[in-house]
């Protein structure tokens, strides 16, 4: 997540709240009412969406896109709450804990779903236990790239430079745990490739050192902030990291394509509510969320940052974070990594 996002950025109401839990009705159109228990009309209250993250990334770009338009379309302010450090646990930490109650959401990413159940020994909270999976946002392909100075012109090349000196070739990421380490070290595996992972603080200083071409011959990067300089010339991008090609980037191979078998990892964002939050709730968050997503002008403009939009229903959701989590634990216990 890094800074350079900021100039994409739509603000959004602000507001404080809690609320009381309902029941609901059948229907869960935009335009369709849930009562609470006192009679009101869901939403009652202002809406709160929970951000793991500084201003300015991935996730907080996806929930102001969502936010600004449901305030629009309900009536009620929706504010977002950034709550960032300690890898995203902070923010799950206080929806795991919040009342069921549909106006608390929580806009999360791969790290706090599918990667820290494996990668911490003990967390506050419990994917499984403490959620109820709303819809699939968006997901941000990976980007293998080299400096614009480095020989490798195509995957083959750089396996062929790796190969040639076992150890010499080191690839950086923004941070250990982070889908892009752990994407490396897949690769690192699929490719049977000894390869030296830099862990930065973040992906400024990553992409920084990438476009330094000194310390990291190359990495995995999330494409909005790399794209620019792709375009420019100033890093090559050899490989995309999902099972499919971008239209972001339709000239970018996929890892599958270049032999990788099997080789799929993002970043994905994901919208969830407290586990027990009624089913009706639930489903009529799905349907706005998901007709905004569907939303031509919502589309283009996170497009641009470098997403693929991809809502589902909140079974789907289910399936493909547990499948997520299966494939990282694998990851994390053969490379070792660990932040506690």
Do not use: C
């Amino acid at each position: 997540m890094t800074l350079a996002y900021s100039l994409l950025l739509t603000v959004a109401a602000a507001a404080v709240f809690t609320q009381p839990a309902w029941a609901q009705d059948a229907s869960t159109g935009p335009s369709t009412e849930l009562r609470t228990g006192s009679g009101q009309a869901f939403p009652a209250r202002p809406i709160r969406m929970l951000v793991a993250f500084a201003p300015g990334g991935n996730t907080d770009i996806l929930a102001r896109a969502v936010g600004t338009r449901m305030t629009e379309s309900w009536g009620k302010p929706v504010v977002v709450d950034n709550r960032p450090g300690g890898s995203g646990i902070m923010a799950a930490e206080i929806v795991a804990k919040a009342a069921p109650d549909g106006h608390t959401v929580f806009v999360a990413s791969t790290g706090e779903l599918s990667i820290n159940p494996s990668l911490f020994t003990r967390l506050p909270y419990d994917v499984q236990r403490d959620y109820a999976p709303v819809t699939l946002g968006t997901v941000s392909p990976l980007l293998v790239i080299v400096h614009a100075s480095f020989p490798a012109r195509t995957l083959k090349e750089l396996l062929d430079a790796a190969r040639a000196k076992p150890g010499a070739l080191s690839y950086a990421s923004v941070g250990v745990g982070t889908p892009q380490h752990l994407s490396g070290e897949l690769f690192k595996m699929a490719t049977r490739t000894q390869i030296v992972h830099i862990p930065y603080k973040g992906g400024a200083p990553a992409t920084t050192a990438l476009l330094g071409g000194v310390e990291v011959q190359f990495g995995f990067v999330g494409m909005g902030p790399i794209i620019p300089h792709v375009k420019s010339g100033r890093v090559r991008a050899l490989a995309i990291s999902t099972a499919k090609r971008s239209a972001a980037v339709p000239e970018v191979p996929t890892l599958q394509e270049e032999g990788v078998k099997g080789f799929d990892t993002s970043i994905w964002f994901a919208f969830l509510v407290p586990a027990q939050t009624p089913k009706g709730v639930v489903d009529k968050l799905n349907a706005e969320i998901g007709r905004i997503l569907r939303r031509a002008d919502t589309r283009e403009y996170l497009i641009g940052t470098g997403v693929e939009v991809t809502p589902g229903s909140p079974e789907e959701l289910a399936r493909f974070m547990k499948s997520e989590a299966d494939k990282y634990r694998k990851i994390i216990q053969a490379s070792g990594a660990r932040l506690d």
